[in-house]
């Protein structure tokens, strides 16, 4: 089987400032793959770039549609491009309110999604939302409430429950955690965790933090000035990096 997503030679200018520079992967379906550097080292431009939320200046992106059939998709047409965001894939992104729409409920926020893929009877919508607020730990009585009354844990598990209602193969996760507490981090990581393996999704999650890394993904990249310095399975790398950068990223000595 080939590959669901395939990257060759990604390269991203600023000005003079290379975000990403000839970085090529290939991700298989059900596997996690984690993206880790310092601040500013590409990790989010790259996520863009296979996103197809950002435009690269030379390279390509190749996907595998449901249908068997491999096509690129930064020719993809604009609405072929935007199904495919809506019902293949999921984006889960740091700040919860550019993941969610905040003046929907909650409900709403994973009801819209299911329409999308041609959902249209009321009572099942409203039933499947319930479900899935359960699955992600959140009160199902809170259905109709904003997600501006929750708490940024609670948030993200919506967003979680948005992007996974609609079974995508493939979700890209911006810092999930970040930004969070630390006991609310646990228990939004062991959720992720259990998500992607019970669904068998494809995840391709950036963070800055190890033992993100380390608890969720198969194989990972390591980032350094827009380039991937590293790479290999995650307790191998993180066991035995053989880049000095990857050592000290390792040790903690840099300031990820
Ligand atoms: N829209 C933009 N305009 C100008 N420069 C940008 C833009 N986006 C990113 N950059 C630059 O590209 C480089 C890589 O940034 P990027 O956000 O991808 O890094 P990162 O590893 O995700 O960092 P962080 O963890 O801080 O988000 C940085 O030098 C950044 O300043």
């Known amino acids: 089987m080939s590959a669901l997503l395939s990257a060759r030679n990604?390269?991203?200018?600023?000005?003079?400032?290379?975000?990403?520079?000839?970085?090529s992967l290939d991700l298989h379906e059900g596997e996690v793959l984690a993206v880790v550097g310092e601040s500013g080292s590409g990790k989010s431009t790259l996520l863009g770039l296979l996103a197809t939320e950002v435009t690269a200046d030379s390279g390509q992106v190749h996907y595998r549609f449901r249908d068997g059939a491999v096509r690129e998709l930064h020719a993809l047409p604009e609405a072929?491009?935007?199904?495919?965001?809506?019902?293949d894939w999921g984006f889960i992104r740091q700040d919860a309110t550019l993941g969610?729409?905040?003046?929907?409920?909650?409900?709403g926020n994973v009801g819209e999604r299911l329409m999308a893929v041609g959902a249209r009877h009321y009572g099942k919508i409203r039933e499947t939302a319930e479900d899935w607020l359960d699955r992600v730990e959140i009160d199902p009585?809170?259905?109709?409430?904003?997600?501006?009354?929750?708490?940024?844990?609670?948030?993200?598990?919506?967003?979680?429950?948005?992007?996974?209602v609609t079974h995508p193969r493939l979700v890209f996760m911006d810092e999930p955690t970040s930004g969070l507490d630390v006991s609310v981090q646990?228990?939004?990581?062991?959720?992720?965790?259990?998500?992607v393996a019970e669904l068998g999704l494809a995840v391709i999650i950036v963070t800055h933090d190890l033992a993100v890394a380390r608890l969720l993904s198969h194989r990972m990249m390591v980032m350094k000035?827009?380039?991937?310095?590293?790479?290999?399975?995650?307790d191998?790398?993180?066991?035995?990096?053989?880049?000095?950068y990857t050592q000290l990223l390792v040790s903690s000595v840099l300031a990820a």
């Open 100 to 107: 969610l729409r905040m003046p929907v409920s909650a409900g």
């Open 225 to 234: 000035g827009g380039r991937v310095i590293e790479e290999g399975l995650t």
């Open 80 to 87: 072929e491009r935007r199904l495919l965001m809506r019902t």
């Open 236 to 244: 191998q790398v993180l066991d035995d990096p053989r880049e000095p």
């Open 10 to 23: 990604l390269t991203k200018s600023y000005g003079v400032r290379t975000a990403c520079a000839d970085v």
């Open 186 to 195: 646990a228990r939004l990581l062991d959720l992720i965790r259990g998500l």
């Open 141 to 164: 009585g809170r259905i109709d409430d904003s997600p501006k009354t929750f708490s940024g844990g609670m948030r993200q598990r919506l967003q979680i429950a948005r992007n996974l």
